[in-house]
């Protein structure tokens, strides 16, 4: 049997989800749709979320990879954020965020974008350290 989903199948999110939030008018530019500084600050929010769980401790964005954009987000949206670790090294941890909205209108969900944020653990001092 196939692990690849059927032509057919809606896409569904990957990860688990971190994080969920409603887009605000204040978030928004004058058209209503969420500025995507707004939406990358949630997903840096979201991969931290992960990452501290992982790092069982404090941990500091290093690098935020490629992002692509696929539609607006509406003020009034539910926004999901999904995380998932898709590489662990010795300090630093990559995560693949993925954002999904819920339509208020029909209750549908649809992907928004998709991200690479990587974390790195450290100490009290701000240093790095080591991942249990």
Known sequence: MSALPALDEDPQPTGTLALQTLAMPRDTNP???V???WLMSQMDLAGAILAQSIARGRV????VGS???LRP???????SCYAEAS???R???RTMVEVWLTRVDSGEQVKVTEGEFVFVAIDDRGHTRPLP
């Open 31 to 33: 058209q209503g749709d």
């Open 35 to 37: 500025f995507a500084g």
């Open 60 to 63: 500091t964005t290093v690098a």
């Open 67 to 69: 992002m692509v954009f």
């Open 73 to 79: 987000v509406p003020v009034g949206s539910t926004v």
């Open 87 to 89: 590489e662990v090294g």
């Open 91 to 93: 300090s630093s941890i």
